[in-house]
């Protein structure tokens, strides 16, 4: 059996339609068959609330008298990208503002408009004969504009990496504060709910396709960026009309140590047309799968500490190196039902009918890293190979006399075996020298907790560690902890003095 999408709108139309959320079918599923699912129910909608960070709007102001050409524009001392038209301008929900006073951005601008608050429009030029005008400052809202179109670049993933950090300090990123020692797992996604969870394939979600946005009716336009749907990634590219939208739909945050991000609802309602698609909107949260991936590891392709579902997720624990490891959600799974309800009334209610996609989205094309051609340098590349070096058991003024013949500020401390175990400096030998001998040894001076690097690690990492501790030198250690260099502040100065290669 199938079913014609003219059929599924006849119904629609007709207030005769079966709709259901996403997490009700697979138990509909269970009951009543596939073939029973797929006479009985419709169509099934979706739903996920999280941040999304690629997104923002275009604003059409209207001209104004005498006019002018807006070279660059401010909303709420947020700048907007201008290099559009006269007046019209693209604003993005990361842009922070000009004033360092506080953490605000273009999604707080955002929301403001949606939720009916004045905002104001700051707007420079050099000046033409046609538009003469060379500054303009102005209050606006909303309605005021011609045009405020949403669209986001990068919506509502089809999956999504938790997040996890093995280092000793705690992390600040866009998947929120991740404490160290693998202190938490954080994620996000609706899992079940989510709208490309509910259609892997793209047999029905794709361009011109209609959507619950925001709170208001949207469209996808088509892939998002990033878009990689055969890894499990894709991305949607969507658009609203912001005057339809809802503040408790559309709303700012800000990630502490990270910055500004927008949370939008999007929801997709899927037309049931046959078993197959009455197999992929039966998903359950123990379906879906998902990697832990360790945030500290400051590279592209960050590892993998163990693959985990959405149940394991949503169950508030997961079980990581031995460990119990408490989750926790970015997202809102209770705003992503909330978004999949209100979709479902409008369908209930004919407010709106379904569509095909006018162009297919690609279901097996995956992301490539970006190309890059200019060498990244390594630590390799700069670090000084010729280490001195002492044990934890020799005397203090044996460290001294090192440190003096060989003119050198920082001695890695290594044990029996070669390995590193600490580090000191000619600071801590001048310490100890006001001790009246009770220090005698280089364990009970050196620090333990050592800030080091690896031969591999880009340079420009490295040197953030060198500034975020406020230290000048680390130890270049090997996957054994055995010392095969050191990378000092001067060592950088090799970069800096343009010897990178090509």
Request: with cysteine.
């Amino acid at each position: 059996m199938e079913k014609s999408l003219d059929l599924i709108n006849a119904r629609i139309r007709d207030g005769n339609a079966r709709v259901v959320t996403a997490d009700e079918m697979p138990a509909i599923v269970d009951e009543l068959g596939e073939e029973g699912a797929l006479e009985e129910v419709d169509v099934v909608t979706t739903g996920t609330f999280g941040a999304m960070c690629s997104s923002g709007a275009f604003f059409n102001f209207g001209h104004a008298d005498p006019p002018i050409r807006m070279e660059r524009v401010w909303l709420n001392d947020v700048e907007a990208y201008a290099g559009l038209a006269a007046v019209d301008a693209y604003l993005g929900a990361t842009q922070e503002a000009d004033s360092p006073d506080r953490v605000y951005g273009g999604a707080h601008v955002l929301e403001e408009l949606v939720g009916g608050g004045t905002v104001e429009l700051r707007a420079t030029s050099h000046g033409t004969d046609c538009y003469p005008r060379r500054s303009i400052t102005t209050e606006l809202l909303l309605e005021d504009m011609n045009q405020a179109v949403m669209v986001n670049p990068r919506n509502s993933y089809q999956c999504y990496d938790a997040a996890t950090n093995t280092t000793d300090r705690t992390l600040y990123t866009y998947m929120g504060s991740l404490l160290p020692r693998c202190g938490n797992v954080s994620y996000s996604g609706a899992g079940t709910l989510s709208p490309l969870a509910n259609d892997p394939g793209f047999r029905v979600i794709g361009s011109g396709v209609p959507i619950f946005l925001a709170g208001g009716e949207g469209m996808v336009v088509g892939e998002g960026t990033q878009h990689s749907a055969g890894g499990g990634f894709g991305t949607l590219m969507v658009t609203g009309d912001m005057k339809q939208m809802r503040q408790e739909f559309l709303r700012a945050a800000v990630m502490n140590g990270y910055g500004v991000t927008l949370y939008v609802g999007v929801g997709v309602p899927i037309p049931v047309l046959d078993t197959g698609i009455v197999r992929s909107t039966a998903v359950r949260d123990e379906d879906l799968l998902t990697e832990v991936i360790d945030y500290g590891t400051p590279r592209r392709d960050r590892p993998s500490l163990a693959t985990v579902s959405y149940a394991d997720l949503k169950s508030g624990a997961i079980e990581l190196g031995g460990e119990t490891v408490r989750t926790s959600s970015l997202s809102s799974y209770r705003r992503a039902r909330a978004v999949a309800q209100e979709l479902k009334g409008w369908i209930e209610e004919g407010k709106m009918e379904l569509a095909l996609p006018t162009r297919r989205i690609d279901p097996t094309k995956r992301v490539k890293p970006m190309r890059e051609t200019a060498i990244t340098p390594r630590v390799r590349d700069i670090m000084n190979r010729q280490v001195i070096s002492i044990t934890e058991d020799e005397e203090i003024r044996v460290a001294a006399k090192r440190l003096l013949k060989d003119e050198t500020n920082h001695l890695p401390v290594l044990d029996g075996n070669g390995t590193l175990v600490g580090i000191i400096t000619t600071y801590d030998v001048s310490k100890a020298v006001v001790t009246d001998g009770r220090l005698r040894q280089v364990k009970d001076i050196m620090t333990r907790k050592v800030i080091k690097t690896t031969p591999d690690e880009p340079v420009d990492i490295a040197a953030q560690k060198l500034e975020r501790n406020n230290i000048s030198a680390l130890p270049v250690v090997d996957t054994t902890n055995r010392v095969v260099g050191i990378l000092s502040a001067i060592d950088l100065g090799k970069l800096f003095g343009g010897r990178r290669r090509r």
